[in-house]
């Protein structure tokens, strides 16, 4: 399942990134994975969630056109459960977001908008407002 950002300035105003964003995490092996690369000039972006940890880490790397970089790391607590379509398919999961930490270098706060996150993905879970400028 994909999880929905949607992004704001800090009056609640729907923004398009000015920087280029690359979002990635660490999977349960310790390898780095890439999950969004250099997205740019975009209000929204979906992002897959892991189905075996409770607690999902997010990078996100913000990239102005000077070449300056900048990381934040989200940390998602959430609760998986398994939802079975068909005894013939593995099951899809679903999740409950129950908690978020950041670090706030280009975001200002993240907001729970939506907490379970199924098989529609067309509302925003996570409104993630940034800092003036950004």
């Keep these: 399942m994909h999880t929905v950002y949607g992004f704001y300035n800090t009056s609640g105003v729907r923004a398009s990134l000015k920087d280029t964003l690359t979002v990635s995490t660490t999977k349960v092996s310790g390898v780095d994975s890439v999950l969004i690369n250099k997205d740019i000039k975009v209000d929204s972006i979906r ?4 189905y075996a940890q409770q607690e999902d880490a997010l990078y996100f790397l913000f990239k102005d056109t000077l070449g300056t970089e900048v990381t934040d790391t989200l940390r998602i607590k959430k ?3 398994a939802h079975f379509v068909s005894p013939d398919c593995n099951p899809a999961y679903f999740h409950e977001i129950i908690g978020i930490t950041h670090t706030r270098h280009k975001i200002d706060s993240i907001v729970v908008n939506r907490r379970n996150v199924t098989y529609d993905a067309s ?3 996570l409104k993630v407002y940034l800092h003036s400028g950004n």
């Excluded at 992002?47 to 892991?50: A, E, F, L, N």
């Design 79 to 81: 609760t998986n459960q």
């Design 123 to 125: 509302k925003e879970h």
């Design 47 to 50: 992002v897959p969630m892991s």
